[in-house]
């Protein structure tokens, strides 16, 4: 069976993109107040969406799967790349507490209006082809690899996939109730008014609150 879109290529890629701007504009990820709330700990928006969105991702892939309606090699797994992974992660994630954006949430940023998700976007082009000038001269460092081959959890922790995602799950369910914890201990999570104030000022020069999350015009 050949899914819907599944190899279209830039058709499917813009489909899939615009569909992904949607669903991060609409969970707020486009304000980068949101987005900085997770680094310090006020808001776990960024932890809780994300994290349902990779269970429910790997949940589908295991059952399609198992449905037979996705050959088990269908996916490309990408060998682990241990110290290009750690020093990237730790780069992405100094930008996104420093500029208030990921890649993928600066484009949104930038489509619903913000101008400082378009200065990001232009760091992020220059870093890009900052990385790839010296690319050969860290090639050693950034392409070290544990295995020659892509190995999944299930495949690395020689245990069922269905147990890998129960486990997902659990943490993920940890995870969510400590956040609530912590956000209610510093006053959040960010509300819609508070999301605004980014973009309109103090309290928003033309909207009034009424409660956390929702604002109305002003009279």
Avoid at 183 to 188: I, N, S, T, V
């Amino acid at each position: 069976m050949i899914l819907p879109m599944y190899d279209n290529g830039l058709l499917s890629g813009l489909l899939a993109g615009f569909l992904f701007g949607y669903v991060l504009e609409g969970a707020g990820f486009g304000s980068p107040r949101k987005l900085t709330g997770q680094f310090f700990l006020r808001d776990w928006s960024v932890f809780k969406i994300m994290f349902t969105a990779v269970i429910v991702a790997a949940f589908g892939l295991w059952l399609f799967e198992v449905l037979g309606w996705l050959p088990p090699r269908a996916v490309f797994v990408p060998s682990l790349l241990v110290y290009g992974t750690f020093l990237g992660g730790a780069l992405i994630g100094f930008g996104f507490i420093l500029g208030g954006y990921c890649p993928g949430t600066s484009a949104v940023g930038f489509a619903s209006g913000r101008l400082d998700a378009l200065v990001f976007m232009i760091g992020m082009v220059i870093g890009s082809s900052l990385f790839a000038a010296v690319f050969d001269d860290i090639r050693g460092l950034a392409l070290a690899a544990v295995e020659p081959r892509g190995l999944t959890l299930p495949q690395l922790l020689d245990v069922p996939a269905i147990l890998v995602i129960a486990g997902l799950a659990g943490i993920a369910f940890a995870g969510w109730k400590l956040g609530t914890l912590v956000e209610r201990r510093l006053g959040g999570p960010y509300g819609a008014e508070e999301v605004l104030e980014s973009v309109d000022g103090p309290r928003g020069e033309d909207l009034q609150p009424l409660g956390r999350g929702s604002v109305q015009p002003a009279e």
